[in-house]
């Protein structure tokens, strides 16, 4: 009995133990996932921070390393851009426009740095002051086209530049050939001026020349506008009886004409004068006595067309003519004629073509 009571109550104990324990179990059980997630929530926090720091930290690295390279490619830009505003000066003052090929380096350099400036630079370093983001592109792009536009430009003037390189050079900066639009694109002054003889008849303005002697400068052009005749007045001075100042100018001229053009000729038909005089006999007969070039009345015989002096001259291509004047006013003077002789046959030809047509 004893035995069975004491196993009995063994039993007892040990269930109501274990009950007990069942009870804590499921207590702890209870409140687990509280705990739990708690434990969680503080841990992603603490790994959350660590990743923002991590990557604080990366972000500080990468700028480190990037600020140089950054700084090294603005400053690279600039030096690119520099030079080649050098490389364009150079060609202005040498030609008077620049390259197809270095204005649009220039405009994509213009436009990288423009882009580089927005986002790296300081504010006080943008291309585009005081102007809104939004707004920069369309000030960024409205620039873009004004460079291709100065680029078209520059390429036509380069190509015009061009063709009056390749025709023959003229007297006074100005080309054989060339058309009077051609010349004013570059850089001649010109003004229409009327003559009955000839077509299309400009004044040049500023015709290239050394020594100033003319002041008075025509380009005859022709039906079909191309350079073949240029005339030249020297200045107008007041000279002696004898025509010193003239003559001086005139040989001076006629050395320079002769060296460059060759087949130098003389023309000169003085003023003859007859006089009566009596021979060995006592009779009356007429003499013609010729007075020479710079007598005592020289001037005067000029002006009146009593006495003529000029030169031709020739290469078989140019053919000029330097001349003696003296005007109205007693004023002299020297004049050079310049053709262009194989200009001159080809506008006849053209000419007489055009009649054919017509008929």
Same mark, same amino acid.
């Given at each position: ?19 007990? !324990? ?5 207590? @702890? ?17 603490? /790994? ?12 500080? $690295? ?9 700084? *090294? ?6 030096? /690119?851009? $520099? ?6 000066? $150079?060609?202005?003052?040498? #030609? ?19 882009? /580089? ?7 006080? &370093?943008?291309?585009? &002051? %005081?102007?809104?983001?939004? !707004? ?20 036509? @003037? ?43 008849? #400009? ?12 002041? =008075? ?5 022709? !039906? ?15 000279? @002696? ?8 100018? =005139? ?27 009596? @021979? ?19 001037? *005067? ?31 002299? =003077?020297?004049?050079?004629?310049? $053709? %262009? ?19």
């Amino acid at each position: 009995m004893i035995k069975i009571f004491a196993s009995l109550f063994a039993v007892l104990f040990l269930g109501k133990f274990a009950y007990a !324990q069942l009870d804590f179990l499921a207590e @702890d059980e209870a409140k687990s996932p509280e705990q739990s997630q708690q434990q969680e929530n503080v841990l992603d926090s603490y /790994i959350q921070d660590l990743e923002e720091a991590a990557k604080a930290q990366a972000d500080a $690295r990468k700028m480190l390393y990037e600020k140089p390279k950054i700084l *090294q490619t603005v400053e690279e830009k600039e030096n /690119i851009a $520099r030079k080649h505003d050098e490389k364009i000066e $150079r060609l202005r003052e040498k #030609y008077g426009f620049g390259t197809k090929v270095a204005a649009e380096e220039k405009i994509n350099e213009n436009k990288s740095a423009t882009v /580089i400036s927005e986002d790296n630079a300081n504010p006080t &370093d943008k291309q585009v &002051d %005081n102007k809104p983001k939004d !707004q920069q592109p369309a000030v960024v792009e409205a620039q873009a086209t004004a460079d291709k536009q100065s680029v078209e430009e520059n390429q036509t @003037d380069v190509a015009e530049n061009t063709a009056l390189q390749a025709m023959d050079a003229a007297p006074f900066g100005l080309y054989w050939g060339a058309s009077a639009d051609d010349l004013q694109k570059n850089g001649t002054s010109l003004e229409k001026v009327q003559d009955k003889e000839f077509e299309n008849v #400009y004044l040049i303005k500023n015709a290239v020349q050394k020594q100033q002697t003319f002041t =008075y400068i025509l380009g005859r052009f022709g !039906q079909s506008n191309r350079l073949w005749n240029i005339y030249a007045e020297s200045s107008k001075m007041e000279d @002696d009886a004898k025509a010193t100042k003239v003559l001086e100018l =005139y040989h001076k001229y006629y050395n320079a004409l002769a060296r460059k053009y060759g087949n130098a000729k003389e023309i000169f038909k003085p003023y003859v004068v007859e006089e009566t005089a009596k @021979d060995d006999e006592e009779k009356e007969k007429v003499v013609k006595k010729t007075n020479p070039m710079g007598g005592n009345n020289f001037l *005067q015989e000029l002006q009146e067309e009593k006495a003529i002096l000029y030169a031709t001259f020739g290469d078989g291509k140019i053919a000029a003519n330097l001349s003696v004047n003296v005007d109205k006013e007693g004023l002299s =003077y020297i004049a050079v004629d310049y $053709r %262009n002789l194989p200009l001159i046959q080809k506008e006849k030809q053209e000419v007489f073509e055009q009649i054919l047509d017509d008929l």
